[in-house]
């Protein structure tokens, strides 16, 4: 009798359970699906980032680095008073890959190239804007080398 007692209290809390589950559990996982599906089919940020390479990409690198980098690298980042000129061959990605300008850009730089002051953190860029930045450089670069490497030193 107590086994059948003990039966019955068991199977009403799996009852309770699956109650609960049903009032709490589902709804979380059903919304969840639903957000994780808006953001794979575009309703994420990513979304809205520009095409790498793309017109539009180069257009808002350039926008950011005239906004934040041109002061210190110049026009066309030919270099300025502050900052190196990034079309010079020490820049090139064999030398100094993008990592190293996505670092600078988050850590800043001690000078080891230049006699220029330390580059400091660049606060409030995005990683879109980042990398619209470096694709604008390499265009930079690639106008400045006439092609996609800087040419040979004589």
Known sequence: MADNRESKRRDAARRAQRRRWMLIGAPVVLVAVVVAAA????????????????????????????ANCATCHGEGARGGL???PLVHEIYEPDHHPDSAI?????????????????MPPIQGLSDDDVDAVIAY????????WGGPRPPASP
């Open 82 to 84: 502050a900052g190196p």
């Open 39 to 66: 953001l794979l089919l575009g309703g994420g940020e990513e979304a809205d980032a520009p095409v790498a390479g793309s017109s539009e990409q180069l257009a808002l690198g350039e926008e950011v680095f005239v």
């Open 137 to 144: 450089v390499r265009e930079r670069q690639q106008e400045a």
């Open 102 to 118: 996505r670092a600078a850009v988050a850590n800043g730089v001690t000078p080891h190239h230049w006699d220029f002051a330390g």
